[in-house]
């Protein structure tokens, strides 16, 4: 089975500030991990991706995410935070084999504050 | 520019009665989802269907049916409603092939309460 935590329920930063979001995750093998964010009353919008290769991503709003295999951790990042960017975050994995269909953590509010 | 679409947006149920929310995607992806959000527990996934005719069942699959006749449309179907499928339901599509990592397009969501 599959999962992901998120054991944040809310961060809250200044903006300007940096921002991390928590991830961690267990996949049997290999994992597909995901970044996705929510905005109120809207459906979720993909942000970044790590699939293989260089463990540090880039996404979408100048999010980025460095996946550490050792810690089984995809944290969320941004080096300067906007207010704009306060939503609810969420972690997904998928892995290799198996089910095709990406499991979500509980998710992280974002508040940035001006 | 549609992407995914859901109906509806909004409902009300009485315990007991049934619905059909529909989903519809202009995407050509073969693989469709439905999830349910509920506060502090994430989306969990109801049913999933990898093609047309095909469907399985997700995480919580209880209470709950689905069929897939037509590629571009995924119905979830509550048979009968019970107050715990107070939820807001997503449905999301994705293109999947070997070389494809599987990212999903989420339609806005449907709120059903059920009384």
């Known amino acids: 089975a599959q999962s992901v935590a998120q054991p944040e329920d809310q961060v809250n930063v200044a903006e300007g500030n940096p921002l991390t979001v928590k991830c961690t995750y267990s996949v049997s093998g290999n994992p597909y991990l995901f970044w996705y964010v929510q905005y109120p009353n809207r459906g979720l919008q993909f942000l970044l991706k790590?699939?293989?290769?260089?463990?540090l991503v880039k996404g979408s709003y100048g999010f980025e995410a460095e996946f550490n295999k050792s810690q089984t951790s995809f944290h969320l990042k941004k080096p300067s935070a906007l207010v704009s960017d306060s939503a609810l975050y969420f972690c997904?994995?998928?892995?290799?084999?198996?089910?095709?269909?990406?499991?979500f953590g509980s998710g992280t509010r974002l508040q940035v504050q001006p | 520019n549609a992407g995914v679409t859901q109906t509806p947006k909004f409902r009300v149920l009485k315990t007991g009665q049934s619905m059909t929310l529909l989903c519809a995607q202009d995407?050509?992806?073969?693989?469709m989802y439905w999830y349910r959000q509920d506060p502090g527990m994430g989306l969990r996934l109801i049913h999933y269907s990898v093609g047309e005719g095909t469907t399985a069942k997700g995480e919580v699959p209880d209470g709950y049916n689905v069929s897939r006749l037509k590629k571009q449309n995924f119905l979830l179907g509550l048979e009968s409603a019970a107050p715990s499928q107070t939820s807001v339901y997503f449905c999301?599509?994705?293109?999947?092939?070997?070389?494809?990592?599987?990212?999903?397009?989420f339609g806005e969501g449907s709120r059903l309460t059920v009384l």
């Open positions: 995407m050509n992806h073969e693989y």
């Open positions: 997904a994995v998928r892995g290799y084999t198996g089910r095709r269909a990406l499991t």
């Open positions: 790590y699939i293989t290769g260089d463990n």
């Open positions: 999301a599509s994705s293109y999947l092939t070997s070389g494809n990592t599987g990212e999903l397009f």
